[in-house]
T-cell receptor, first 112, second 114 residues
């Protein structure tokens, strides 16, 4: 089955800095890669996603890149703010059905 | 904006008891999922459900677990004889397209087995 590795497990940045979280996946059939933000005690919420026919996607301060050959994808947050502090999960679909395989998560801490 | 809703928000049960976790998916969605998240760990897939039957299940989803869509709106997860290690946050999710559309998550049910 699909295996998703995510790094780093924790990331501390100063407000205004950029943050990058990286994920790799194992199943070359995976074709959809969402990123979820989870604040403490709350539901995972989709913040951005990318499909395998696109190399990069941007939404204001958030961008995601995908390298299908290397089987890795990354989340980039620019001009970080304290409210960006949360756990971020990457995920991939193994194909067939939209079953998500999640990475272990990255706790992002943005200090004012 | 439509939401997936789950009840109860928190359930405490004794080991060996049966629990039923309830979910109301978004009304026009056809694909339903249960995930769980043990405290401090990643979200793990349990089961997917489409057209009134299980589409896929993980190795976590053993004979103690079952899912049902008893009517046109509810989707339930039953754990027959709970174990301490079943303590986790259980998330229901739904989507309206296979292969990569956004899965909308409910707010979760925190199950505590004592």
């Amino acid at each position: 089955g699909e295996n998703v590795e995510q790094h780093p497990s924790t990331l501390s940045v100063q407000e205004g800095d950029s943050a990058v979280i990286k994920c790799t996946y194992s199943d070359s059939a995976s074709n959809y890669f969402p990123w979820y933000k989870q604040e403490l005690g709350k539901r995972p919420q989709l913040i951005i996603d990318i499909r395998s026919n696109v190399g990069e996607k941007k939404d204001q301060r958030i961008a995601v890149t995908l390298n299908k050959t290397a089987k890795h994808f990354s989340l980039h947050i620019t001009e970080t703010q304290p409210e960006d502090s949360a756990v971020y999960f990457c995920a991939a679909t193994p194909g067939g059905y939209s079953t998500l395989t999640f990475g272990k998560g990255t706790m992002l801490l943005v200090s004012p | 904006e439509p939401e997936v809703t789950q009840t109860p928000s928190h359930q405490v049960t004794q080991m060996g008891q049966e629990v039923i976790l309830r979910c109301v998916p978004i009304s026009n969605h056809l694909y339903f999922y249960w995930y769980r998240q043990i405290l401090g760990q990643k979200v793990e897939f349990l089961v997917s459900f489409y057209n009134n039957e299980i589409s896929e299940k993980s190795e976590i989803f053993d004979d103690q677990f079952s899912v049902e869509r008893p009517d046109g709106s509810n989707f339930t997860l039953k754990i027959r004889s709970t174990k301490l290690e079943d303590s986790a946050m259980y998330f229901c999710a739904s989507s309206d397209e296979v292969r990569g559309t956004e899965a909308f998550f409910g707010q979760g049910t925190r199950l505590t087995v004592v």
